[in-house]
């Protein structure tokens, strides 16, 4: 007696998974792009939670920079003011709150890159998700963080003698620090990608800080720098950006300083973001 065995491939076998291809961004309607970048964002804010020390970034930088100006340039610099440390409380607390976007914008870069070298991103590119709903949750976060930074910030500045003396004025300048942070952010984004550790995102981005700080109207007026450095400075986005805030915040000239800021947030944001998430997309 003999038995005839046959091999059958079943119907129903699971496929093998295929990756999700760099196009898929297209696929995915603009409601999806909403759900995943919310998605993303609650999960960046808990891992805030389980992390509270990444937050000490924001609450360490506007107090210790607030008192270190303060306490040690307000005599000499307020003198030149005519007011004394008053009236450089006056002055550096408005420059103090443009600064804040650029600082935590360098956080971004530094983060991203650090997720990328421990594979979160490798798993994000593997899954069916818009591509720059990653980098978009991951602006939200930091802009949430920055938000609080300024509260920090404003809470030390009214205890060193800050006077807010318009409201609206103080919500438009934390507006327009937001506005040009998020725009600065997607440059500190694309060296976290392009850069192969958190080291030279941070080595590259003091190289940029510095000069774009200390080169500006954030710590002392322009009148008394020589010609070629005021001239970098009328050119500097944060000389203008600390203008506008302090103008808003504390009164003087506006609508120039304004116009200069949300064209430079306009041009970074036109120029980098589209830069961001292709480099995002195509890193092996």
């Known amino acids: 007696m003999s038995a005839t065995t046959t091999t059958e491939t079943p119907a129903s076998a699971a496929p093998a998974p295929v990756p999700v291809p760099l196009s898929a961004d297209a696929r995915i309607s603009v409601r999806g792009h909403l759900r995943h970048t919310s998605a993303l964002v609650r999960r960046n804010l808990l891992w805030i939670r389980q992390d509270p020390e990444s937050m000490f970034d924001a609450v360490l930088f506007p107090i210790?920079?607030?008192?270190?100006?303060?306490?040690?340039?307000?005599?000499?610099?307020g003198q030149s003011l005519g007011g004394?440390?008053?009236?450089?409380?006056?002055?550096?607390?408005?420059?103090?709150?443009?600064?804040?976007?650029?600082?935590?914008?360098?956080?971004?870069?530094?983060?991203?890159?650090?997720?990328?070298?421990?594979?979160?991103?490798d798993r994000f590119r593997s899954l069916p998700i818009g591509r720059g709903s990653v980098l978009f949750a991951k602006i939200a976060v930091e802009l949430?963080?920055?938000?609080?930074?300024?509260?920090?910030l404003m809470v030390v500045a009214l205890l060193?003698?800050?006077?807010?003396?318009?409201?609206?004025?103080?919500?438009?300048?934390?507006?327009?620090s937001a506005v040009f942070g998020s725009a600065?952010?997607?440059?500190?984004?694309?060296?976290?990608?392009?850069?192969?550790?958190?080291?030279?995102?941070?080595?590259?981005?003091?190289?940029?800080?510095?000069?774009?700080?200390?080169?500006?109207s954030i710590f002392a007026p322009t009148d008394s720098m020589p010609g070629w450095l005021?001239?970098?400075?009328?050119?500097?986005?944060?000389?203008?950006?600390?203008?506008?805030?302090?103008?808003?915040?504390?009164g003087g000239p506006v609508a120039?300083?304004?116009?200069?800021?949300?064209?430079?947030?306009?041009?970074?944001?036109?120029?980098?973001?589209?830069?961001?998430?292709?480099?995002?997309?195509?890193?092996?």
């Open 64 to 77: 210790v920079f607030t008192l270190l100006f303060v306490y040690v340039f307000g005599g000499s610099i």
């Open 160 to 176: 060193v003698g800050f006077d807010i003396t318009n409201w609206a004025g103080l919500l438009a300048a934390i507006g327009l």
């Open 144 to 152: 949430l963080r920055m938000l609080f930074a300024t509260v920090v």
């Open 256 to 284: 120039h300083d304004l116009w200069v800021t949300l064209a430079w947030s306009a041009a970074l944001t036109a120029v980098m973001a589209p830069v961001a998430i292709h480099k995002f997309r195509t890193k092996s």
């Open 84 to 121: 004394g440390q008053q009236a450089y409380v006056q002055y550096v607390i408005p420059g103090l709150m443009a600064m804040m976007g650029m600082n935590m914008a360098q956080g971004v870069g530094t983060g991203f890159n650090q997720d990328f070298n421990s594979g979160v991103m």
């Open 184 to 216: 600065l952010m997607w440059v500190f984004i694309t060296l976290g990608v392009i850069m192969k550790n958190a080291q030279s995102v941070q080595a590259m981005g003091f190289l940029v800080l510095m000069p774009l700080q200390f080169g500006s």
């Open 230 to 250: 005021r001239s970098f400075t009328d050119y500097n986005p944060l000389s203008a950006l600390a203008d506008t805030a302090r103008g808003l915040m504390v």
